[in-house]
């Protein structure tokens, strides 16, 4: 990345674009098989078993698979964070361009 820009300011900005750019592609190039595949593994949140709270991350990335497949719905049963979340990453690219 140093070699794009000599300012501090204009590399992390390229480099939070690059970011953005790879998290968002992701989920859109694996959106029918990434939700198949995290089914598939155990897991359980350490929030939810010491505290007995929900716990605010928790469904994020299934959110995130479903709202790539447009079911904002079922999204938002999963998380509703994951709209602010995803708006934030899909703003970041057009505000760090500019």
Not at 21 to 36: C, H
Not at 64 to 69: A, D, Q, R, T
Not at 74 to 97: C, G
């Amino acid at each position: 990345m140093k070699y794009l820009s000599n300012d501090y300011f204009r590399q992390n900005d390229i480099n939070i674009l690059i970011s953005n750019l790879f998290i968002v592609s992701i989920f859109i190039l694996f959106k029918n098989t990434l939700i198949d595949f995290l089914n598939l593994i155990p897991h359980f949140c350490l929030i939810d078993k010491l505290f007995s709270v929900e716990c605010p991350v928790c469904g994020t990335t299934r959110a995130f698979c479903e709202l790539s497949n447009g079911n904002i719905n079922k999204a938002v049963s999963f998380n509703f964070t994951s709209l602010f979340v995803a708006s934030f990453f899909i703003l970041q690219i057009p505000l760090r361009l500019f």
